[in-house]
């Protein structure tokens, strides 16, 4: 299970590199939650999860990336505004990259903080 997300944290990593984004930083993690990857996609910091999933088609989303899982990624992703704050002035932007053994579907702004 671990090597299959790893090969598709790869696989993501690739992806956004080839579409112009510079990775600042992979499988950051703080006292309850880890971001998979953290690019930069021109004045934007884009915290992105990676879910490879071989069995369940797109529509499962929803169920490995639910409510306690974003709010997990949202805290994470402040705690890295806070150690590393020379982005703390840029947008920012929450990505799912669905890996699946015939596409990679990158859904932008997948999910934001609810107030």
Not at 12 to 33: M, S, W
């Amino acid at each position: 299970m671990r090597r299959t997300g790893k090969i598709g944290e790869d696989s993501a990593a690739v992806y956004l590199e080839n579409k112009g984004y510079q990775i600042v930083c992979r499988n950051f993690r703080a006292r309850g939650g880890e971001i998979d990857i953290i690019a930069q996609d021109g004045q934007t910091l884009v915290f992105a999860e990676v879910k490879t999933w071989s069995v369940f088609g797109i529509d499962a989303l929803e169920y490995g990336i639910d409510q306690k899982k974003q709010r997990r990624i949202i805290e994470t992703a402040k705690y890295f505004l806070v150690v590393h704050r020379k982005y703390r002035y840029m947008a920012i932007r929450f990505d799912v990259i669905f890996i699946a053994p015939d596409r990679i579907t990158h859904l932008e702004s997948a999910f934001t903080e609810r107030v």
